[in-house]
């Protein structure tokens, strides 16, 4: 079969350079799991390198061309190619709970979308990395005072390690993006569960950012909380001078406050 024509609706950009490709594998530990997911594979050009590793290689692919293409030319892959939309697919048709690592060179339209999916099956995911556009990738791996970080900066944080690996220029891709690709990796947290609500702490996080340039005691208005609650000196700062951890607090007080 002929080669895969990118889809701009499917915001496909094929990786043709083979040493990032493997470098991008070989991100993966293969520690405390023996799954690995791979979404958006294309014509493999990823796959193929993860097809040579201990570890047994499903993928998630929502183009049928390149369904069949993978069929035909990785065997390995046999019984082994979900045609679904990863954002939308029960991934437990196949894995049980099981644990399992997501890996992918992600199309940039959905990428982010792939990150909140991920923290959803974050019991089962205990790693995580690709290609992201660049800007993306700094994004989930900023710290605070940043300008960049936000929402997928801390919601990623608070469950996982974030590492920002390499970046990748444009003209190693077939059509080549408009952006810098930035390869990062998370690595889950030892203990993931939150010493607060998650779902406020979710909400908190996503409220405050709505606003960002406010302080907590204006964006957060929404969520009444008590004049002395409000008065609490936390209150005086912008989201994006709270660490992970000072969200977690603050989430701790509006919790204890009754909300």
């Known amino acids: 079969m002929e080669k ?5 609706h499917l915001g ?10 493997k470098a991008i594998a070989d991100t993966l530990s293969l520690k405390g799991y023996d799954e690995v997911l791979e979404i958006g594979p294309g014509m493999g050009v990823l796959t193929k390198y993860l097809l040579d590793k201990p570890i047994n290689t499903h993928v998630i692919e929502i183009d049928g061309e390149s369904v069949v293409y993978l069929g035909e030319n990785y065997p390995k892959l046999k019984d082994k190619i979900i045609s679904q939309d990863f954002l939308k697919y029960n991934i437990n048709e196949v894995y049980e709970n099981k644990q399992f690592a997501i890996i992918g060179n992600f199309p940039y339209n959905i990428s982010t979308q792939i ?21 993306v990738a700094e994004r989930i ?23 920002y690996l390499f970046t990748v220029d444009e003209n190693v ?5 408009k952006v810098k690709s930035g390869v990062m990796k998370m690595t889950r947290k030892e203990d993931y569960s939150l010493p607060c609500s998650e779902k406020l702490f979710f909400t908190v996080v996503k409220t405050a950012f709505q606003q960002r340039r406010k302080t907590l005691r204006n964006s957060l208005k929404t969520l009444n909380l008590s004049d002395d609650l409000r008065l609490d000196t936390i209150f005086d700062k912008r989201p994006e001078q709270l660490s992970v951890d000072e969200f977690i607090v603050l989430t701790q007080k509006i919790e204890a406050d009754g909300v």
């Open 4 to 8: 895969v024509k990118a889809k701009k």
């Open 12 to 21: 496909q950009h094929f990786l043709k350079d083979e040493s990032i490709a």
């Open 115 to 135: 990150v909140f999916r991920t923290l959803e099956f974050k019991h089962q995911i205990p790693e995580f990395s690709g290609m992201f556009q660049k800007e």
């Open 141 to 163: 791996c900023e710290k605070k005072g940043s300008k960049a970080y936000g929402i997928l900066s801390v919601l990623a944080q608070a469950f996982y390690d974030t590492e």
């Open 173 to 177: 891709f077939i059509p080549p993006p």
